[in-house]
């Protein structure tokens, strides 16, 4: 395993498009986040499921934003009615569970809405 | 609240200059972690260092070393003898509630080019 991979890298978009990203985490982590990180801010917590389980939401998750974990293993994160102000670079990361483990994180998806 | 305040936005130095990157940071838990992560151009979060908050022994790695200081609630980072390589964008960042792999609260981060 190489690694938290997320596919795609670069995505453009209509404004008003649905778009899906996919991130699959390293194979024995249980907990996945996602991230979303704008032009010169650091990334900022969207959610979090540990297994298949969604334990926590950001305020920033807006109704149009929907992410699953059906499985337990790959993650989806679907953006509906995309806006201009959802460009932004979406990261995900994955982590064990523990004191003293950290969040290993991908390589991220670029959105940009035009 | 929490938050990490990284006030450097850009640092540039030339090669094999030393400079260190300041962060501080804001929580009412006792128990909390401390991360610095590094972002090269690819985008990928690279993660260099974890601390928890009952030990303030300063660390070194190589080139990097990291002084923690609960008295000033800050982080700092230190890259000696700077190399081209170095240069990032580097996140500093705080997990609460006592858990290392919770989320993660990130600072603006501190662009550093280090010139030939």
């Known amino acids: 395993d190489t690694g938290v991979s997320q596919d795609p890298r670069h995505k453009i978009t209509k404004r008003g498009q649905n778009v899906t990203f996919r991130c699959d985490p390293i194979?024995?982590?249980?907990?996945l986040y996602w991230y979303r990180q704008t032009l010169g801010q650091g990334p900022e917590f969207l959610t979090y499921?540990?297994?298949?389980?969604?334990?926590?939401k950001s305020r920033l998750l807006s109704d149009r934003f929907s992410a699953e974990r059906p499985k337990g293993s790959f993650s989806t994160l679907e953006i509906q009615r995309t806006e201009q102000g959802d460009s932004a670079m979406y990261l995900c990361?994955?982590?064990?569970?523990?004191?003293?483990?950290?969040?290993?994180f991908g390589q991220g998806t670029r959105l940009t809405v035009v | 609240a929490q938050k990490v305040t990284q006030a450097q936005t850009e640092i540039s130095v030339v090669e094999k200059e030393d400079v260190t990157l300041d962060c501080v940071y804001e929580t009412r838990d006792t128990t909390y972690y401390l991360f610095w992560y590094k972002q090269p151009p690819s985008g990928e979060l690279v993660f260099l260092i974890r601390r928890n908050s009952f030990d303030e022994q300063n660390e070194i790695s190589g080139r990097y070393s990291w002084n923690f200081q609960k008295s000033t609630s800050s982080f700092n980072f230190t890259i000696t003898a700077s190399q081209v390589v170095d240069s990032a964008v580097y996140f500093c960042?705080?997990?609460?509630?006592?858990?290392?792999?919770?989320?993660?609260?990130f600072g603006s981060g501190t662009r550093l080019l280090v010139r030939p």
């Open positions: 990361a994955s982590s064990g569970t523990g004191r003293n483990t950290e969040a290993f």
């Open positions: 499921f540990q297994n298949e389980a969604q334990l926590e």
């Open positions: 960042a705080l997990s609460e509630l006592g858990d290392s792999s919770y989320k993660l609260i």
């Open positions: 194979s024995e982590h249980n907990r």
